[in-house]
């Protein structure tokens, strides 16, 4: 069936990512910073914030070289893919004044469109794309932990195939 797969080339693709990951001394050091798993959108790749390892300056969509890298390695594994890609960003709870012209939304949404180029730059065909969304500080990877570092994230979906 197409959906067993799928889930074949979804597991696959989990299995490549690790291993890339682990095989690269320099990123395996960045391994806490991705979390990846299956869910019911498709495969998600999460690239987190950690207490020493940021992926953008603070406050800016300006993404790191560190950041950058870790963006390289995850287009890389997801090249062999066909599967649509959903990109979301979100940001902590630290808060901006009321009346700023610039907060977690735009931030989210910057940074979302931030890695999007990066993922283009390394080769993901642009049609691939199929969503850019910045969530604010609205759905916190640690929940109950506003502040937490890895709120700060990325959120890359392969996207299952529409059935039909």
């Given at each position: 069936?197409?959906?067993?797969?799928?889930?074949?080339?979804?597991?696959?693709?989990?299995r490549d990512l690790r291993q890339r990951l682990a095989s690269s001394p320099e990123l395996s050091a960045l391994s806490?910073?991705?979390?990846?798993?299956?869910?019911?959108?498709g495969l998600r790749v999460q690239l987190t914030d950690q207490a020493r390892f940021s992926m953008f300056k603070v406050g800016s969509a300006q993404m790191n070289e560190q950041g950058r890298r870790l963006?390289?390695?995850?287009?890389?594994?997801l090249l062999s893919a066909p599967?649509?890609?959903?990109?979301?960003?979100?940001?902590?709870?630290?808060?901006?004044?009321?009346?700023a012209k610039y907060g977690n939304w735009e931030l989210s949404s910057d940074r979302a469109n931030a890695a999007r180029r990066e993922l283009i730059g390394s080769g993901i065909p642009v049609q691939r794309i199929v969503r850019v969304e910045g969530r604010a500080d609205l759905d916190h990877?640690?929940?109950?932990?506003?502040?937490?570092?890895?709120?700060?994230?990325?959120s890359i979906t392969l996207l299952r195939r529409p059935a039909g």
């Open positions: 069936s197409t959906e067993l797969t799928e889930r074949v080339a979804m597991e696959t693709l989990e806490g910073s991705l979390v990846i798993q299956q869910s019911p959108d963006m390289r390695l995850v287009a890389t594994a599967n649509a890609i959903s990109i979301t960003g979100h940001t902590d709870g630290l808060g901006y004044a009321p009346d990877f640690a929940a109950g932990a506003p502040l937490d570092p890895t709120n700060r994230r990325i």
